[in-house]
């Protein structure tokens, strides 16, 4: 551990009206108690999302949900977002199941690897809402690091330096480590894994390959903070460096991010909601729970280009 973010970031919880929020740890996350997402009044709603904003994860208990129940729920916060690796579960497009069985041996699960989602596609989804239904007894846990406490504990002269800099996101790293790693089923990675045996791509995974260029440091649409925005999954050179040059920046920037004195980890139950905000951090699952079943459900929100 590197730094602490002593003096650079409070994460104590704001007092609301309508709902009671308790910190998860000192550098980011909360709990979100006395409000239950199928029935959120509107004064609940906005209270909720500020919270979201300030602790950039939050989380929810009890929440036994419909696919319905989270569609509108996600509705709230804005449009749908693409998902760039599921169609979504039948009746509900929008709902995209995270499966992982108790059979599938894979050493690589989705998730795995610190990321922001899917920072390819031009314009990212803003906010992430996943709905855990069975989870293992140990194991399963997601982590996130608070990349807007990073961007402040960076020194003066590195935020100039980076300062103006893009990022160019792919999917082509996570596609090949998928194809080597990962069992063919029925699954996002699954169905990503198949496509070793084609013998030509289709436009839509060309596409994501091909990605985008976001800024590294990106301002947040809504409460204007500044924040890191990138990844060693997608994250794959910096515009105008050779790549020389662009490797050895990124790898600082995210073992910077990444040190734990900048996160915290989550242990989920069933019926968790959980929401983060992918502008103000990134997150990263574990493949620690082989022989058990594991049943969550994403929704994205639709994000802005980032600026």
């Known amino acids: 551990m590197r730094l602490h973010p002593t003096g650079?970031?409070?994460?104590?919880?704001?007092?609301?009206?309508h709902?009671?929020?308790?910190?998860l740890s000192a550098a980011m996350g909360a709990e979100i108690c006395g409000?239950?997402?199928?029935h959120v009044s509107d004064a609940q709603f906005e209270e909720i999302a500020?919270?979201?904003?300030?602790?950039?994860?939050?989380y929810l208990r009890a929440q036994t949900l419909t696919h319905h129940d989270q569609e509108a729920f996600s509705l709230r916060f804005g449009p749908f977002a693409e998902d760039a690796y599921t169609q979504g579960v039948l009746g509900h497009r929008n709902v995209h199941p995270l499966i992982k069985a108790a059979a599938d041996s894979s050493e690589m699960v989705f998730g795995e690897g610190w990321h922001t989602d899917s920072p390819f596609l031009p314009e990212p989804p803003a906010i992430t809402i996943l709905r855990s239904v069975e989870v293992p007894p140990l194991g399963g846990d997601t982590t996130w690091a608070n990349s807007a406490l990073a961007y402040a504990m960076l020194s003066d002269a590195y935020r100039g330096m980076i300062e103006g800099l893009k990022v160019h996101f792919s999917l082509r790293d996570v596609l090949k480590s998928t194809q080597e790693a990962v069992e063919v089923s029925d699954?996002?990675?699954?169905?990503?894994?198949?496509?070793?045996?084609?013998a030509q791509l289709s436009e839509d995974l060309a596409r994501k390959i091909k990605g985008h260029s976001h800024p590294i440091v990106r301002t947040h649409p809504v409460t204007g903070e500044r924040a890191l925005y990138v990844d060693p999954s997608y994250g794959i050179g910096i515009d105008g460096m050779?790549?020389?040059?662009?490797?050895?920046?990124?790898r600082f920037l995210t073992e910077h991010?990444?040190?734990p004195a900048f996160g915290c980890r989550l242990r989920w139950e069933p019926a968790m909601l959980v929401i983060w905000d992918n502008r103000l951090c990134v997150h990263q699952?574990?493949?620690?729970y082989q022989g058990y079943r594991r049943e969550l459900y994403r929704t994205t929100v639709r994000g802005e280009k980032p600026v």
Do not use: C
Not at 8 to 17: G, I, L, P, S, V
Not at 19 to 23: A, Q
């Open 242 to 250: 050779l790549p020389e040059e662009s490797a050895p920046s990124l």
């Open 257 to 259: 991010l990444t040190q």
């Open 187 to 198: 699954s996002p990675i699954g169905r990503l894994a198949a496509t070793r045996d084609s």
């Open 19 to 23: 709902i009671e929020v308790k910190p």
């Open 285 to 288: 699952a574990y493949n620690d």
């Open 50 to 58: 500020h919270a979201l904003f300030r602790h950039k994860v939050i």
């Open 8 to 17: 650079k970031f409070d994460n104590h919880a704001t007092t609301y009206r």
């Open 35 to 38: 409000a239950h997402a199928s």
